[in-house]
């Protein structure tokens, strides 16, 4: 849940200043991404029982600690909250996107995991429209407005937005073999999209004159990816247990990620602002099940 807010902090900075930036709007913007993310979460889990009972019987719903109804209901609420928020604080053009990632949400758990091209993208897509449910409350205007601070700002969402899109593919790459352990191919796809993604933004970033403090990050970003395939990915035949850690990391990254773009969009203070975030989800996911 915590790697969902920041997505949103970038797609937010990439067309409001920091001294624009209304705090009604950001939270609610959050909030919803939250709620989604929660929802997806555990309609996952709902539509999942019968294959956990086999795999995962630990899990909440097929060990019984909590009730199937109880699931559900969850699920909805959240659901509701999550388009209810940003049409309450913002507006038709927020619920539009919150909207159309509850569809994929739903589309994901409910069928689309089962195959393994339509299963990463619709993934890919959540994480693409989470940014711009950040962006959403400009974005209209900035389409169909002029000038070159809107497109500007057009480049800075699209670097953004399309390099989250690349990374959750590399992460589904790597998860499509999480039980069974991944071959080197898989591996290696992964470990290419995301090295060539820190290429990408590095000279993107530079080229539609990101601020330069954007590098310390994606240093940071660059760093935390070198660890974790060197400690868990280094094997030609990887096992599932190295696998779910490296995905762990990965999941947990995406924080840094976002980072990268608020810090080149807005400042060095709103980018390590954005990296608090990755606090809570380090000290839950080593002992929650992130993958």
Do not use: H
């Given at each position: 849940m915590f790697t969902a807010p920041p997505d949103v902090l970038a797609g937010?900075?990439?067309?409001?200043?920091?001294?624009?930036?209304?705090?009604?709007?950001?939270?609610?913007?959050?909030?919803?991404?939250?709620?989604?993310?929660?929802?997806?979460?555990?309609f996952n889990d709902y539509f999942d029982i019968e294959s956990d009972r086999k795999e995962r019987p630990s899990r909440p719903l097929p060990s019984g600690k909590i009730k199937k109804?109880?699931?559900?209901?969850?699920?909805?609420?959240?659901?509701?909250?999550?388009?209810?928020?940003?049409?309450?604080?913002?507006?038709?053009?927020?619920?539009?996107?919150?909207?159309?990632?509850?569809?994929?949400?739903?589309?994901?758990?409910?069928?689309?995991?089962?195959?393994?091209?339509?299963?990463?993208?619709?993934?890919?897509?959540?994480?693409?429209?989470?940014?711009?449910?950040?962006?959403?409350?400009?974005?209209?205007?900035a389409l169909f407005g002029d000038g070159s601070s809107a497109f500007s700002d057009l480049q800075n969402l699209m670097l953004a937005s399309v390099s989250l899109f690349a990374y959750i593919v590399a992460i589904m790459v790597l998860s499509r073999k999480e039980v069974a352990g991944a071959a080197g191919k898989q591996t290696l796809a992964a470990i290419s999209i995301v090295l060539g993604l820190v290429i990408v933004i590095g000279v993107a970033g530079y080229l539609i004159d990101f601020q330069l403090v954007f590098l310390l990050f994606?240093?940071?970003?660059?760093?935390?990816?070198?660890?974790?395939?060197?400690?868990?990915?280094?094997?030609?035949?990887?096992?599932?247990?190295?696998?779910?850690?490296?995905?762990?990391?990965?999941?947990?990254?995406?924080?840094?990620?976002?980072?990268?773009?608020?810090?080149?969009?807005?400042?060095?203070f709103f980018g390590l602002a954005t990296m608090v975030f990755i606090v809570p989800a380090f000290v839950l996911g080593k002992w929650m099940y992130v993958t």
């Open positions: 937010y900075f990439a067309f409001v200043s920091p001294a624009d930036a209304n705090g009604i709007q950001l939270a609610g913007l959050m909030a919803s991404s939250a709620l989604l993310y929660i929802s997806g979460i555990v109804e109880n699931a559900l209901l969850l699920a909805l609420l959240t659901l509701a909250g999550g388009n209810i928020i940003p049409l309450v604080t913002i507006g038709p053009a927020t619920l539009l996107f919150s909207g159309s990632l509850s569809a994929i949400i739903l589309a994901y758990d409910y069928r689309l995991k089962s195959y393994a091209v339509a299963g990463t993208l619709a993934m890919a897509t959540a994480r693409f429209l989470n940014v711009m449910i950040g962006a959403s409350p400009v974005l209209v205007m994606l240093s940071v970003f660059a760093a935390v990816m070198i660890l974790t395939f060197r400690r868990y990915l280094r094997r030609t035949k990887t096992a599932p247990e190295s696998i779910q850690k490296a995905i762990r990391n990965m999941i947990i990254s995406i924080v840094i990620l976002d980072s990268i773009f608020v810090a080149g969009t807005a400042d060095l």
